[in-house]
């Protein structure tokens, strides 16, 4: 199959199976979702979702969390994975957006990428969901499922990204990469699935590595 091909049927596919895509992190605003964004790395979005409530009660601007201490953001947010990093991390960065950025989330990459706790795919995914930017956060889900499709070689993160934006119009990504993490969820089981049968790798899986690595994996 030509790539073109490949990369129109794999949209068409997603478009059918994937139809919604709402913002999965709750929030209200840039600064909430990104703060339950660098909460939720190596933890799952239901997990994050969880304690926000009482995170966001206590501090939902800045100001409010730049007052609290660590130990009282731990105290909230501990049942999430790496809680004690996560805690020192929201505090510097609420104190740093008052410092730098009077309070306000920035809006370029390399302004958010400064911030603790933030790395390309946090700033990627405030870009994209909270100012409606161009960009495509990839996660190791997406990375994952960009070799698997021959749309990426599994090199590295950041090559996947340089890949994904190159096949897909940037009207598309925001869209694009929530729908590669929810196919991922419903589609993608841990163990024992038959490529096969998947409605993507069907057609668009790279033969020989991917389909080895698969099986490898059951
Ligand atoms: S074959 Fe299964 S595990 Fe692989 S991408 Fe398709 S749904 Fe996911």
């Not at 660098?38 to 995170?55: G, H, I, R």
């Amino acid at each position: 199959m030509k790539l073109a091909e490949k990369r129109a049927r794999i949209r068409e596919t997603l478009d059918r199976l994937i139809p919604d895509v709402p913002i999965p992190l709750e929030h209200a605003d840039p600064f909430t979702l990104l703060v339950a964004v660098v909460l939720s790395a190596q933890t799952t979005d239901k997990k994050v979702n969880q304690v926000t409530p009482a995170l966001f009660a206590r501090a939902n601007t800045p100001e409010a969390l730049a007052r609290l201490s660590v130990r009282e953001v731990h105290g909230l947010i501990r049942t999430v994975g790496l809680a004690p990093a996560k805690s020192k991390a929201l505090v510097g960065l609420a104190r740093l957006l008052l410092e730098q950025h009077a309070g306000r989330v920035p809006r370029t990459r390399e302004e958010l990428m400064e911030l603790p706790g933030v790395g390309r795919k946090t700033a990627n995914v405030v870009l994209s969901q909270a100012f409606g930017f161009a960009a495509f956060p990839v996660d190791t889900h997406i990375h994952r499922l960009a070799a698997r499709w021959g749309l990426s070689s599994g090199k590295s993160v950041e090559q996947t990204e340089r890949d994904l934006v190159r096949h897909f119009p940037p009207a598309s990504w925001g869209r694009l990469h929530l729908q590669f993490i929810y196919f991922g969820r419903r589609f993608c089981p841990a163990r024992g699935h038959d490529p096969a049968a998947c409605p993507i790798c069907s057609f668009a899986a790279r033969r020989g590595r991917a389909d080895r690595r698969v099986k490898a994996s059951r």
